[in-house]
Nanobody, 127 residues
Framework: QDQLEESGGGSVQAGGSLRLSCLDS????????LGWFRQIPGQEREGVAT???????KYADSVKGRFIISRDNAKHTLYLEMNDLKPEDTAVYYC?????????????????????WGQGTQVTVSS
């Protein structure tokens, strides 16, 4: 019954903004680390940002200063505000939740802990 569903993707010109949302049906939403990841076809999935049940978000260097991760526990929703978008941000974006408590970082060595994933939403940035 733990389902995550992303929305808010679309096409935008470089320099524009988008806000992604992720609705999580799981009961443990407020207790665990959540994250946004992205993948370009043919490439490895990349961590974008993570947010634990408390504390500030953690970001990949490529998005630091442009993207903001946030959560609304009452609405069981995770957000990713994306500003100053670049063509290299084009990818399918996924939200995910940890299956059990673990270190909450977007780097590849921490992806193993994310056990619940959405189906993804496409973001396309044109130059």
């Amino acid at each position: 019954q733990d389902q995550l569903e992303e929305s808010g993707g679309g096409s935008v010109q470089a320099g524009g903004s988008l806000r992604l949302s992720c609705l999580d049906s799981g009961y443990a939403f407020s207790s665990y680390c959540l994250g946004w990841f992205r993948q370009i076809p043919g490439q490895e999935r990349e961590g974008v940002a993570t947010l634990d049940h408390s504390g500030p978000g953690k970001y990949a260097d490529s998005v630091k200063g442009r993207f903001i991760i946030s959560r609304d526990n009452a609405k069981h929703t995770l957000y990713l505000e994306m500003n100053d978008l670049k063509p290299e941000d084009t990818a399918v974006y996924y939200c995910a939740r940890q299956r059990k408590p673990a270190a909450c970082y977007p780097q590849p060595e921490f992806q193993w802990s994310f056990g619940y994933w959405g189906q993804g939403t496409q973001v396309t940035v044109s130059s």
